[in-house]
Nanobody, 125 residues
Framework: EVQLVESGGGLVQAGGSSRLSCTTSEETFHVYAIGWFRQAPGKEREGVSCFSSMTGATYYADSVKGRFTISGDNAKNMVYLQMNSVKPEDTAVYYC??????????????????WGQGTQVTVSS
């Protein structure tokens, strides 16, 4: 069973920082690459970042590259998303989920249909 629980987020001022955490099971953490997706009101869900515990590889959407950092903790089976220099357009519900990187169009896409409950991030200007 794929288990994912997001935490963190909330209200943050533009230019500030916030960290999201994703708690997974040991099996989920080691079987899947785990990433972050977000969905803003009226927009489609987009892949933000993806982390592979197997290879250590990380991937980022162009919109967050240089500002967000994804990392994993093998001992705790957790994946983090450190968000720096946040912008109002980062406002969205953030979800962690198994992910994969599509080399063809350089995008982060979900693997399967496993989602946590999501956590709201609101960036005030």
């Amino acid at each position: 069973e794929v288990q994912l629980v997001e935490s963190g987020g909330g209200l943050v001022q533009a230019g500030g920082s916030s960290r999201l955490s994703c708690t997974t099971s040991e099996e989920t953490f080691h079987v899947y690459a785990i990433g972050w997706f977000r969905q803003a009101p009226g927009k489609e869900r987009e892949g933000v970042s993806c982390f592979s515990s197997m290879t250590g590889a990380t991937y980022y959407a162009d919109s967050v590259k240089g500002r967000f950092t994804i990392s994993g903790d093998n001992a705790k089976n957790m994946v983090y998303l450190q968000m720096n220099s946040v912008k109002p357009e980062d406002t969205a519900v953030y979800y962690c989920a198994p992910c994969q990187f599509d080399d063809y169009d350089y995008s982060i896409i979900p693997e399967g249909d496993y989602w946590g409950q999501g956590t709201q991030v609101t960036v005030s200007s």
